[in-house]
């Protein structure tokens, strides 16, 4: 594996280019025993608290949006319509919620624990191209919730990984944030082309 992202990569108070710099990084799980990694290839930035897109908009604090005021580094997983657990990176310094939505991955690592845990037979384009299927995929869930992604013994790790150039990305608003007024068309969606 390539080195751990320090814990400085998180804490640095622009969500919107941590967002991009987290593509091509390696994101590798240890879930009872198992171990899956995978290339991010997508990314949402969460830029509260003026952000109403995010759970932590106005600095709305809720047993769920605490994490996101922890620092930077640390892992923010919530339940999506009671089913899909969604992985985001808190970034920025203490008490101010930005976090980096990882919507998708290329599987890397272990790919038949990937493949058993989503009930698939061989690897398809939707094995991990969703917030919640990556995170089914590689084992994680809320329990994993608020831990760090830097230190040697964690669960969930970041790693450096390939470089991504400005012409591999494809950048646009955000899905799913109807809700969000004049903050819809910001575009801080971050895909890389041709990602599985």
């Known amino acids: 594996m390539p080195p751990l992202l320090d814990k400085s990569f998180y804490i640095g108070d622009d969500v919107v280019g ?23 290839t997508e990314t949402e930035a969460y830029r509260g608290p003026e952000d109403k897109a995010s759970h932590a908009y106005n600095n709305r604090r809720t047993p769920r949006t605490n994490t996101m005021f922890e620092e930077g580094g640390t ?24 976090a980096v939505l990882i919507r998708a991955i290329r599987p890397l690592e272990n790919i038949p624990a990937m493949l058993e ?11 991990t191209n ?12 809320t329990q994993l919730d608020n831990i760090p992604l830097y230190t040697t013994h964690s669960l969930i790790q970041i790693y450096e990984g390939i470089s991504i150039s400005k ?15 004049e903050w ?12 599985v």
């Open 184 to 195: 819809i068309g910001k575009p801080w969606r971050f895909i890389v082309k041709n990602k």
């Open 18 to 40: 941590i967002a991009r710099s987290l593509l091509g990084c390696i994101i590798q799980s240890r879930v009872n025993g198992i171990t899956t990694s995978g290339i991010i």
């Open 75 to 98: 892992s923010y997983i919530y339940l999506c319509y009671g089913i899909h657990h969604l992985f985001n990176v808190v970034t920025g310094p203490r008490d101010i919620p930005h």
């Open 130 to 141: 969703g917030p919640g299927k990556w995170t089914q995929a590689m084992g994680i869930t």
């Open 117 to 127: 845990r989503r009930g698939f037979n061989r690897v398809t384009t939707s094995l």
């Open 167 to 181: 012409d591999e990305i494809i950048v646009s608003p955000r899905v799913g944030i109807d809700y969000a007024e």
